[in-house]
């Protein structure tokens, strides 16, 4: 029953596991060239690891938007941005990591704005004062 979120939860359970066996089906069909579906063997394990994460991530983002919280979604991602994905990415490029690295970083970027942004939320500062929550906090 979609109104239970059946039709959510059945795309959580099946999305990364169709991901992981459709590895090789899905970059041929957006490319012939070889090389390029090397290149897409290396991100696709960060592609569907990193996935659920931003998954909630983004989700937790819209939560965060709709309660006009943006000076933090600024702050965290300004911090995400400058205190892991630039500095793993600059790493990348010195010692040659490649794409693995990019996608390493990019990751790491996920998961600090989804570390921070579960605490903030748990910790509701980002509740506007007057409203009530389901759970009546």
Same mark, same amino acid.
């Not at 590895?23 to 069909?29: E, S, Y």
């Given at each position: @029953?979609?109104?239970?979120? $059946?039709?959510?939860? /059945? !795309?959580?359970?099946?999305? %990364?596991?169709? #991901?992981?066996?459709?590895?090789?089906?899905?970059?041929?069909?957006?490319?012939?060239?070889?090389?390029?579906?090397?290149?897409?063997?290396?991100?696709?394990?960060?592609?569907?690891?990193?996935?659920?994460?931003?998954?909630?991530?983004?989700?937790? @983002?819209?939560?965060?938007? $709709?309660?006009?919280? /943006? !000076?933090?979604?600024?702050? %965290?991602?300004? #911090?995400?941005?400058f205190g892991g994905f630039l500095p793993l990415v600059l790493a990348t490029s010195v010692w040659g990591l490649g794409l693995g690295g990019i996608w390493a970083a990019l990751s790491l970027f996920i998961g600090i704005r989804l570390l921070t942004g579960v605490l903030h939320w748990r910790g509701r500062a980002w509740l506007v004062p007057g409203t009530l929550t389901v759970d009546g906090m």
């Open positions: @029953d979609a109104g239970d979120g $059946g039709v959510a939860k /059945l !795309a959580q359970a099946t999305e %990364v596991p169709l #991901l992981v066996v459709l590895h090789g089906v899905i970059p041929p069909l957006f490319t012939n060239d070889h090389h390029v579906q090397q290149q897409a063997s290396v991100l696709w394990p960060w592609l569907v690891a990193m996935m659920p994460f931003a998954g909630v991530l983004f989700a937790l @983002d819209g939560v965060l938007l $709709g309660a006009g919280d /943006l !000076a933090f979604m600024r702050n %965290v991602t300004a #911090l995400a941005a």
